[in-house]
């Protein structure tokens, strides 16, 4: 019963002190920490060898993983990013069985969980507002997660102590897979099931083919933690954690059925004679292997995983994340209008295309729905106290919305028009619909080139003489051809300015600016 007591309370402090990290994450970092995180992680390399690195560092790659989902709920790191450090963060976790190999002891964050979650109080509550004290609080939540954990673990320990793998003895290698997956999701640490394996195989109580199988199923058994840290967490939180099982659930199929048959023969090679050294070696092997597979597969794990399990919603992005975090805020107001500004494009640049009217004005509605969204969350997010810098960040973020929406306004108000052109029998009037897709298709292409307003002041001219030549030959009945005209050179100029207010406007050229002017 006081086992059952101390692991709801180790779960329950583990929960809370997840929450605790997201929130600390929002107020700690910068923008300059933010873009250093994503530069670090901005290639599956770097993400590799960041998330090797550091779960090699803090030897747990359940706390690497929990952090990982921390930083992902709160838009500092992209899903693809978070992918890479997962690859990296499995490899890490094969240091502690050569440590515990090659020097005989484990290290472990476990003694050091309560003086962190000390010192971090004790910032948290002594230092006034600022960084130094969003770094105690990091620091508070980051050790009770630790403590957490570790609360879990001691009341299941006898569990761990217990486990004795002899009585596995003469049953096939997939049981002790299966076995290796409940020890380490009972213990909460493929790192402990790794040193119980190392003592069995030490010990003579199993031989190698069956320690092969049990740390398989150790590495399997750390999806757990993620899958428990994901439970109450923003849909990207369950992302990663469905990248996480996917990701180890195949490599240790590669392991299982390709590489441990040839294990034998491949460690003779290799010149391994100690069984110890070779169950460590195989460790290492299986999960470089891994990583080797599924590394260039990443960009196409992520678009099924994103269609299966649901793009982040607009009204739970926002909840998630506060307008009073500066940061993570503008992060999320920069993706969303990023989002906005795509489908303002799709719609612009074939406005017809497979659509009825109907659907079109709907689509519109949709857009200026999601641009009410935007203008609330800015309108909160300008009540905080930002630097010159954020402000700007925030302007520009506004003005980009506000200039991609009028330009699909200006579409929308011609809507009608522009069909009953594409429609007519008239050559004239349908070679001067075919001019103005054309000239929408090139302004809304992706990516915009160097000369995109003077290739657009080019269209528009074209467009008004056969404007007038319509008018002039009266072939136009019930259609104000110079008025539809002039609302998709509208259109243009608005889409222009949307482009001239972003970060990146100076890579189209100064044309672009002096376009729309």
């Known amino acids: 019963m006081n086992s ?121 509550v002594l230092l006034p507002k600022g960084m130094w004290r969003s770094a105690g609080l990091f620091l508070l939540a980051f050790g009770l997660l630790i403590f957490g954990l570790d609360t879990m673990k001691v009341a299941v320990e006898g569990v761990g102590q217990r486990f004795d793998v002899s009585w596995l003895q003469g049953y096939p290698p997939v049981l002790y897979l299966l076995a290796g997956v409940l020890l380490t999701a009972i213990i909460q640490s493929s790192s402990a099931a ?25 590495d399997l ?4 933690t993620l899958l428990l840290g994901a439970i109450k967490g923003s849909v990207q939180k369950k992302q990663v954690a469905a990248f996480h099982v996917l990701y180890n659930v195949g490599t240790a199929l590669l392991a299982f059925l390709l590489v441990m048959p040839v294990w034998p023969q491949v460690s003779g090679w290799l010149g391994i004679d100690d069984p110890l050294y070779g169950l460590v070696a195989f460790h290492t092997g299986f999960n470089v292997i891994g990583i080797v597979v599924f590394a260039p597969l990443l960009g196409v794990m992520e678009r099924a995983i994103e269609t299966h399990i649901g793009k982040r919603g607009h009204h739970d992005l926002f909840a998630d994340i506060s307008p ?3 940061e993570p805020a503008l992060l999320v107001l920069a993706r ?6 795509d489908r303002v494009r799709d719609y612009c640049r074939h406005p017809l295309q497979g659509r009825s009217l109907s659907r079109f004005f709907e689509e519109y509605s949709q857009v200026t729905d999601m641009e009410m969204q935007l203008a609330d969350y800015a309108n909160r997010l300008a009540q905080q106290p930002m630097t010159e810098g954020q402000e700007q960040r925030l302007q520009r973020l506004r003005a980009r919305v506000r200039e991609a929406v009028y330009a699909l306004k200006a579409l929308k108000d ?20 075919e001019q103005i897709l054309r000239a929408l298709d090139r302004l809304y292409r992706v990516p915009p080139c160097a000369d995109l307003a003077a290739q657009h002041r080019q269209a528009m001219e074209q467009l008004q003489r056969e404007a007038y030549s319509l008018v002039a030959d009266a072939r136009v009945r019930g259609i104000s051809v110079l008025n539809l005209a002039r609302e998709v050179d509208e259109s243009g100029r608005h889409w222009l300015r949307s482009l001239a207010v972003t970060d990146d406007a100076t890579e189209f050229g100064p044309d672009l600016r002096a376009g729309w002017s």
């Open 4 to 124: 059952v007591l101390t692991m709801i309370a180790g779960l329950g402090l583990f929960l809370f002190a997840m929450q605790l990290v997201e929130q600390a994450v929002q107020t700690l970092f910068s923008e300059k920490a933010s873009q250093w995180l994503q530069r670090s992680t901005n290639t599956t390399l770097k993400g590799v060898v960041a998330g090797g690195l550091i779960t090699a560092v803090m030897q747990s790659s359940s706390l690497v993983g929990l952090l990982v989902l921390a930083f992902v709920s709160v838009g500092i790191l992209p899903l693809r990013h978070a992918m890479a450090v997962m690859l990296g963060a499995n490899l890490g976790t094969t240091v502690t069985g050569w440590l515990v190999t090659l020097l005989g002891f484990k290290l472990s964050l476990s003694a050091v969980s309560l003086p962190l979650a000390g010192a971090g109080a004790l910032c948290y």
């Open 324 to 326: 009073q975090s500066v």
């Open 221 to 224: 058994g750390t999806t757990s």
């Open 194 to 218: 790794m040193l119980i394996t190392l003592s069995a195989l030490n010990g003579g109580l199993i031989g190698l083919p069956e320690a092969l199988a049990l740390v398989i199923g150790a």
């Open 414 to 433: 011609v809507a009608d028009d522009l069909a009953l052109l594409t429609e007519s029998d008239d050559p004239g009037l349908q070679d001067f619909s």
């Open 336 to 341: 969303e209008t990023g989002i906005l500004i």
